[in-house]
């Protein structure tokens, strides 16, 4: 074989791979944080080089029994692991009779048929993903394997078939590991290979052998990484005085794989095996592979893991940022349909974020279990039972994890040089970021993530100062009754009829009227108005709904109805808009709520509220009520379904219409409020067909995101204190947050989506909240006037 790649030099090659990989990947390198379960040392396989298969006669169990898989998955899932590592020799029971005895007496047929039982039972009990590393297998067990196993894996290792390392493994034979490559690829499998190099074989060969993954990539495009990895001699083995790996054939190869490969393909170097592990970064990798904060690697039991900051530390000394991943790679996620078996649609959803990677909020990820509610009334249907997850999602009490500080003079944070990086550099010279723009922001991680933060807050500062505000409302849900059927959404009751958990309810004017005097007594300057669609309601039912407010208490501020409330009720009166809200305003409506936006995308909204208003219905009923003097907010509800894309979309889109507005020379949007998901009781959660909200990186992004995209074109950017918590809440002031938004007396929507933050805050809670942060705090209208106290 006469490849081109074996005439060039090292630092050519990894120059040339260094600017591949950035050009596919940019500064993102991956890891996965996993945990090793070794369930058999049994091996048919006697390879010169290894260490971890062992006879019967040197192992306490011939397999791992049920109890040690779990108790290890356990660990894994304690220490925020994603990934279950299913390690273990080759067909066994070919070369054990004790092995085909050990299986068959406890009902099993073959050492896979146990793997796929044990992936079942981990993915049931920890939520953990199933990784299966079983080596050369047929079709047939390929098949057995992928309802309990995401994904897959198998080295290739090489394709020279006369090597002496592998003279008394009859598995390692090369067209069997090819056969089980392409099986793996016509089985839809998203799949893990690579080459292992020093162990006799040539340059020629590795290249080879590279050839040979990229070409069965190109036809059924299932490779999703390829692990390059260095031989290292170890004692007890026939080849423990052959030479290790030299440093720079082993940079040389992996650069050359990275030119090898398509474009899509992952490049993965384990970081244990090499000294100087941040020089694999040099030569083009962009992921580290497993990482166990758990288990020793028992491939390497010489070789411990770096520690997760070490790994961050170098990664991020490399110019690059640090990412965990799932088994499965994001863009085997986003194609799930093709690529998993539909019964693992949930279970990897359930460990992802917004980018379909790995949830990177620290703490315990556990299968959320739930049970009927003893007690509804305006709280959740269901709670949570079992093991609880200890890593921060919205609505819960747990801590976030920290990206800001509150001192003010703190070093700025250097961003690693990149496409977040050269968004921000634009940002500070006055340009606008557009849909790409933003959706890169979303992405940053990191330094880069704190980068994004530190810059909306700077802009916040600038555009409105130090000053937190609040607003005293009264929230009035008049009723839970809807004839919509929003997935998301954990609040509305059918009729009893239905028999839904809960109790629906309808306030009568009088009750309404009742609520708003209560709350102006209480200080409140604005009555928030929200509720169902009822079936019995006509478009008039809103304007003696706002009448029944403003006869009650003339100078209360009604800030009420969504898009798909005065949509709905001006066409059940047969008349456009603008009319019906007129007609509004006069009888006492003064703004709207920018709710029942959801995610501004016609195809997410497909997905989440199939029987709702579209897009530009959302945009149609804010633009006319801005035409009539009427001033709204813009909100999202994200974290469920959705991606970057989707939510930079809709910035662009409300943006816009902001523009127009400004253009116009009229009221518009006063601020954007973002609603991170809240799943614990939501419907589209609980039939397992979304995730678990946003990260809490994400939500902080969410926030400076939009305090850079909309610049002064919307001043305000709220925090919902009600679903981040105040502990969140605190770090969105430092992140370009300035409004903490209102009081919220008798908000119900949240609690009955599970949230457990409260459903009050008063004017000494602000106080206090603002003094533990050093900021100033003045109370405001809902235009955003002050109120004097």
């Known amino acids: 074989m006469n490849h081109p790649l074996l005439n060039e030099s090292l630092p050519d090659l990894l120059a040339l791979a260094s600017a591949r990989r950035d050009e596919s990947f940019g500064t993102r390198i991956t890891y996965s944080p996993k945990v090793f379960i070794p369930l058999t040392f049994l091996c048919n396989d006697t390879c010169g080089y290894c260490t971890f298969a062992q006879p019967p006669a040197r192992v306490e169990k011939l397999y791992l029994d049920p109890e040690d898989v779990l108790k290890i998955a356990k660990q894994g899932a304690r220490q925020g692991c994603h990934e279950a590592l299913f390690t273990l020799g080759e067909r066994p029971e070919d070369r054990y009779e004790v092995a085909r005895d050990w299986l068959r007496e406890r ?12 992936a079942k039972l981990v993915i049931a009990e920890t939520g953990l993903l199933p990784h299966a590393n079983c080596g050369a297998l047929t079709k047939a ?14 080295m290739i290792e090489s394709i020279n078939p006369d090597l002496e390392a592998h003279r008394g493994a009859p598995d390692k034979v090369p067209e069997r590991r090819l056969a089980t490559l392409e099986a793996a690829g016509e089985l839809q499998i998203p799949f893990t290979t690579g080459i292992l190099i020093g162990i006799g074989d040539t340059r020629a060969d590795q290249l080879a052998g590279l050839e040979a993954i990229a070409d069965s990539h190109r036809r059924h495009g299932h490779v999703q990484e390829v692990i390059v990895q260095n031989f290292l001699p170890k004692l007890r083995t026939a080849m423990k005085g052959v030479r290790a790996c030299p440093s720079d054939d082993y940079l040389w190869t992996l650069a050359a794989a990275r030119l090898i490969l398509p474009a899509d393909v992952h490049l993965q170097a384990p970081p244990n095996l090499s000294d100087d592990f941040g020089a694999l970064v040099d030569a083009g990798i ?49 194609d799930r349909v093709r690529w998993l078996d539909a019964g693992m649609h949930f279970p990897v959803m359930d460990r992802a974020d917004s980018e379909w990677l790995g949830r990177d909020d620290p703490g315990q990820f ?47 944070t250097v961003c690693p040089t990149g496409a977040v990086a050269d968004v921000l550099d634009g940002i500070e010279m006055g340009q606008e ?49 809807c004839t919509f059927k929003c997935k998301f959404c954990g609040f509305s009751k059918g009729p009893l009829s239905l028999n839904l958990r809960g109790t629906p309810y309808l306030l009568t004017l009088d009750d309404i009227a009742e609520r708003a005097k209560e709350g102006w007594d209480a200080g409140a300057t604005e009555v928030t108005l929200q509720g169902g669609i009822h079936p019995n309601f006509d478009g008039d039912y809103y304007i003696d709904v706002t009448r029944a407010v403003k006869d009650a208490v003339p100078d209360m501020h009604v800030h009420g109805f969504t898009a798909l409330e005065v949509t709905e009720g001006a066409k059940r009166l047969g008349e456009d808009l603008v009319t019906y809200l007129g007609r509004l305003k006069e009888a006492g409506l003064a703004s709207l709520p920018g709710t029942a936006a959801e995610i501004l995308d016609d195809d997410i909204r497909a997905i989440l509220c199939p029987d709702k ?25 994200f974290g469920s379904v959705e991606e970057p894309i989707h939510w930079a979309r809709h910035l ?22 973002g609603l991170p998901f809240v799943h614990m009781a939501s419907p589209i959660y609980l039939q397992r067909k979304a995730r678990r909200g946003p990260t809490f990186r994400e939500n902080v992004l969410m926030h400076s995101v939009a305090r850079l995209a909309y610049g002064e074109l919307i001043p305000n950017i709220q925090a919902s204190w009600v679903k981040i918590g105040l502990s969140g809440t605190h770090q969105m002031m430092n992140a370009g947050c300035n409004d903490l938004g209102g009081t919220l007396m008798g908000e119900n929507i949240s609690r009955a989506a599970g949230a457990s933050h409260g459903q009050e805050m008063t004017v000494q809670d602000f106080t206090k909240f603002a003094e533990s942060i050093e900021r100033p705090v003045e109370q405001r209208t809902t235009g955003y006037g002050r109120v004097l106290v």
């Open 107 to 118: 009902g099993y047929d073959s050492t896979v048929h146990y793997v796929a039982e044990m």
């Open 141 to 154: 067990e390929l098949e057995q394997l992928r309802p309990f196993s995401p994904s897959q894996g198998m």
């Open 286 to 334: 962009d992921d580290w592979g497993g990482v166990s904060p758990v288990t020793a690697d028992h491939v390497n039991p010489e070789r411990p893991w770096p520690d997760l900051e070490r790994l961050r530390e170098v990664t991020e000394g490399k110019g690059h940022v640090l990412a965990p991943r799932l088994t499965v790679y994001p863009e085997f996620v986003r």
């Open 366 to 412: 556990w299968p959320e279990k739930t049970t009927a509610a003893d007690t509804v009334a305006d709280g959740a249907e269901f709670v949570l039972v079992g093991h609880r997850s200890t890593a921060w999602y919205s609505g819960a009490d747990n801590p976030p994890p920290v990206f800001l500080s509150d001192d003010p003079n703190r070093e700025r």
């Open 433 to 481: 970021p557009g849909l790409d723009e933003i959706a890169t922001l979303f992405s940053a991680r990191g330094p880069e993530a704190v980068a994004v933060m530190e810059l909306a807050d700077r802009r916040r500062k600038e555009i409105v100062g130090d000053t937190l505000t609040w607003v005293a409302n009264r929230n009035i849900n008049y009723t839970n009754v």
């Open 613 to 637: 208003i579209n897009t530009e219905e959302w945009m149609d009923a804010h633009r006319a009520a801005h035409s009539i003097g009427l001033h709204s907010n813009v909100t999202i509800m």
């Open 652 to 673: 662009v889109i409300t943006r816009d219409l902001q523009k127009e507005n400004v253009r116009l020379g009229q009221v518009g949007f006063t601020e954007f409020v």
